[in-house]
C-alpha cells in the first residue's frame, strides 16, 4: 500500500456533463474525507466517511454532488451537471482514528483530481 | 468556512535562515496539525499537536501551541531550498468528531 490514490488526475469537462472522481485509501485507514482546493486557497471541507458511513456533508455541497463509500474501502465523488464554479482541484484524505474521532496521527492525501468545466 | 488563519500570507527568505508562520483559530479544539504543500501536489502532513501539548518537534520543524490565545507556530530551522512550499495549519474543533478545517495558508519561498 504505497499511499491515497486518485483518479483520474486531470478532467476536462463540458458545463453540464456528469463526472466522477475515484478515491483509494489507504487499506487500513477507516477514515476517508474529500475536500475541494482552489487556486490560493486552503482545502474546503466537503464530506467524510467513518467505514461506509457519511458522517458530514459540508453546507458547500450542493445537491449536485453526493459521494459514496460502499464496503468502506475506495470511495467516488459524483458531480451532476457542472457548472464553471465546480473547477477544482478535489482531493481525497485518510486516516485512521478511533470512535470518538480521535486521530492516529495525519491525515495521509492523495495527489487531488484537477477538475477544470469549460 | 476555514477555522484558522495563517500569517502571514506570504514570506520570502534565504538558505539558511529561519521561517516563522502563525496560525490563529476560533474555537476551541482538540487537535491541530500542519501541512506542506508543493505547487500542483496534494498535501504532505507534517507535526500533529494535542491541545494539552505545548511544544513538538520534527527534524528541523518545531510547533508551539497556546490554547489560551488559540494560536500556533511553525518555525522551520536552517531553511533549504526545498522547502519552498505552501504551509497550512489545520484543526479540529471539540465538537468536530476528527474532521479537520484548514486555513488559507503561508506561501514560503526560500531562495539559494
Known amino acids: 500500500d504505497t499511499g491515497v490514490s486518485q483518479d483520474p488526475r486531470h478532467k476536462i469537462t463540458k458545463r453540464g456533463q456528469n463526472v466522477t472522481f475515484r478515491c483509494d485509501p489507504i487499506?487500513?485507514?477507516?477514515?476517508l474525507y474529500w475536500y475541494r482546493q482552489t487556486l490560493g486557497q486552503g482545502p474546503e471541507f466537503l464530506t467524510y466517511?467513518?467505514?461506509?458511513?457519511?458522517?458530514?456533508k459540508s453546507r458547500l455541497l450542493s445537491d449536485r454532488f453526493s459521494a459514496e463509500r460502499p464496503k468502506g474501502s475506495f470511495s467516488t465523488l459524483e458531480i451532476q451537471r457542472t457548472e464553471q464554479g465546480d473547477s477544482a482541484m478535489y482531493l481525497c484524505?485518510?486516516?485512521?482514528?478511533?470512535?470518538?474521532?480521535?486521530?492516529?496521527?495525519?491525515?495521509?492525501f492523495g495527489s487531488g483530481t484537477r477538475l477544470t468545466v469549460v | 468556512s476555514q477555522q484558522g488563519e495563517e500569517d502571514p500570507q506570504a514570506l520570502s527568505i534565504q538558505e539558511g535562515e529561519n521561517a516563522t508562520m502563525n496560525c490563529s483559530y476560533k474555537?476551541?479544539?482538540?487537535?491541530l496539525q500542519w501541512y506542506r504543500q508543493n505547487s500542483g501536489r496534494g498535501l504532505v502532513h507534517l507535526i500533529l499537536?494535542?491541545?494539552?501539548?505545548r511544544e513538538k518537534h520534527s527534524g528541523r520543524l518545531r510547533v508551539t501551541l497556546d490554547t489560551s490565545k488559540k494560536s500556533s507556530s511553525l518555525l522551520i530551522t536552517a531553511s533549504r531550498a526545498a522547502d519552498t512550499a505552501s504551509y497550512f495549519c489545520?484543526?479540529?474543533?471539540?465538537?468536530?468528531?476528527?474532521?479537520?478545517?484548514f486555513g488559507a495558508g503561508t506561501q514560503v519561498v526560500v531562495t539559494p
Open positions: 484524505a485518510s486516516s485512521v482514528t478511533t470512535g470518538t474521532g480521535t486521530p492516529g496521527g495525519g491525515y495521509t
Open positions: 487499506s487500513e485507514h477507516n477514515r
Open positions: 466517511f467513518q467505514n461506509e458511513a457519511q458522517l458530514e
Open positions: 474555537t476551541s479544539i482538540n487537535n
Open positions: 499537536i494535542r491541545s494539552n501539548e
Open positions: 489545520a484543526t479540529d474543533a471539540t465538537d468536530s468528531w476528527g474532521k479537520f478545517q
